[in-house]
């Protein structure tokens, strides 16, 4: 009896030891907080500037789970050319009236190979195409032959239109993660519209930031204002006298030395809504490794708000398993590979995730012998989000790539290469300022540049596994660095942690 009591006081000694430990390793980032009731304190800078929420993106803002859709169509594969055949199906219940749910149902592709030599096109609402197995024993779709294509395009039609005047806001700043401000007159507005936070460019913010000054070489060419107007999709959830709050925060300060900001109503008819894709494997053939005339993007999304990627591979495209257009908003892709892709390793290739639109959500995912594996273009309006992404046998870097994308999200990343958020100079006919709060969480790099524009915002580089880059450029600010090479990051997940305290609310 003496010696197990004095083996379980050993255990228990043990165990403090260890639990203190691990409670000394764990640090919190001095942006925020989590509290013990799952709610988030964060800390503003002398402006008020905060990292803002990033949990309401993806497939209706992560408020409804994707949902399992009656199939209403079954394909079995054939031989030789499957393209006419899915189209006519995929034609046939686009014909179908819509259900109660908004959708005309699934379209089932049974295992199988199924060989395309052109593209396959879903323009219509409520349709989900739908494989058995994103393996080579699953679903297998293949573009044949030659021709630079997107194999599968959902797309609508359309464009953002003003729905009624313009108001000012009369804020002289609003900073980055506000979520309401005041407007000259909040009478035609109303919980539930859909509104446009415009944030103008001009001459002299461009000129502060520096971009109209990049070092010229052939091609490049200097930003103009007129050029940089960005528009912010939004929705009003309250109106206090001439007080405005909106769903989404402001991920990029508003200030009225450089135009301040506006709101106004909008519609954008023929834009699709609730089409998912899952469980198919995409295929292209290709001549050689370096082959730039076969298939580019397996699944190419624009026009479109709420809809879904979800397990699928693609293998031997030239840029993209999944791409999406500035028309695509809040669709979420999860669960899916991008691999082995095959063009000329330089420029405008291999861009494995790409993301060009609004509230966004791409998570665990995979991708191998990409150049920008997770990645945003130019005038990117956020928030957007990568969570728990791996990357390995990279050519070139992750992040915002050119001209100024805002509020984006990169956590839990994992590559052997490179996270960038820089000024990217003269690159491509004047990249310049690739982002602005781009808040880089508890990921694992090889080397990260993370640096602060000239004014307007700013970087965040928070429990970084790698090593700390200069960037490209000498003289330019650094960026918000908390934690580099420390382990034990609290949250672990910054947009799990999000999402968490806004369902706990």
Not at 32 to 59: A, C, H, M, R, W
Not at 329 to 344: E, P, Q
Not at 368 to 391: I, L, M, Q, W
């Amino acid at each position: 009896m003496k010696t197990r009591s004095i083996l379980t006081i050993c255990i228990l000694l043990v165990s403090l030891t260890t639990l203190s430990f691990i409670n000394n390793k764990l640090w919190t980032s001095r942006f925020l907080e989590v509290n013990k009731d799952g709610s988030i304190t964060y800390f503003p800078d002398e402006q008020g500037n905060t990292i803002p929420d990033f949990s309401l993106v993806g497939y209706h803002h992560g408020l409804k789970e994707i949902p399992s859709v009656k199939v209403v169509k079954t394909i079995s594969s054939v031989k030789g050319d499957a393209g006419s055949i899915i189209q006519e199906a995929i034609d046939q219940v686009s014909a179908l009236p819509p259900g109660p749910d908004g959708f005309r149902g699934t379209i089932l592709l049974k295992k199988g190979d199924y060989l395309i030599a052109g593209s396959l096109d879903i323009k219509a609402d409520g349709i989900v195409l739908k494989g058995e197995g994103n393996s080579t024993q699953g679903t297998r779709l293949i573009a044949t032959g030659k021709g630079l294509r997107s194999l599968l395009k959902i797309s609508g039609k359309g464009k953002i239109t003003e729905a009624g005047s313009r108001v000012k806001i009369t804020d002289k700043y609003v900073p980055t993660g506000a979520k309401s401000f005041d407007v000259a007159s909040a009478k035609g507005f109303k919980t539930g519209d859909k509104i446009i936070v415009y944030r103008p460019g001009t001459d002299n913010w461009i000129h502060d930031i520096q971009m109209d000054n990049i070092v010229e070489r052939q091609g490049t060419k200097q930003w103009k204002g007129s050029e940089y107007d960005l528009s912010y999709e939004r929705e009003i959830i309250a109106v206090n006298g001439n007080k405005i709050t909106i769903d989404n925060p402001i991920v990029m300060s508003m200030e009225q030395k450089y135009g301040g900001g506006e709101i106004y109503k909008y519609e954008y008819k023929g834009r699709l809504k609730e089409v998912g894709i899952e469980n198919i494997l995409f295929e292209s053939e290709y001549a050689n490794d370096t082959d730039e005339d076969h298939g580019w993007i397996a699944v190419d999304f624009n026009h479109i708000e709420n809809g879904w990627v979800t397990d699928v591979t693609s293998r031997f495209f030239g840029y993209s398993c999944v791409s999406l257009s500035y028309g695509a908003k809040n669709i979420t892709v999860k669960n899916s590979k991008c691999l082995d892709a095959k063009s000329v390793i330089t420029g405008g290739k291999r861009y494995s995730f790409n993301n060009n639109g609004q509230q966004n959500l791409f998570m665990n995912l995979e991708t191998t012998e990409g150049r920008h594996d997770y990645v945003t273009g130019a005038k990117v309006c956020g928030p957007n989000v990568f969570y728990n992404c791996k990357s390995r046998n990279t050519h070139a870097d992750i992040g915002p790539h050119h001209r100024w994308a805002s509020g984006t999200l990169y956590d839990n990343i994992d590559t052997d290469g490179e996270i960038n958020v820089q000024d990217r100079g003269n690159w491509g006919s004047g990249h310049g300022w690739a982002g602005v709060t781009q808040v880089v969480w508890n990921c694992k790099v090889k080397g990260a540049a993370i640096q602060n524009p000239w004014t307007s915002g700013k970087n965040y580089a928070i429990g970084v596994q790698g090593k700390k880059l200069k960037g490209r450029l000498d003289g330019k600010p650094d960026g918000e660095w908390d934690g580099l090479n420390k382990d034990g990051l609290q949250p672990a997940s910054l947009y799990q942690a999000q999402v968490a305290a806004r369902k706990a609310k």
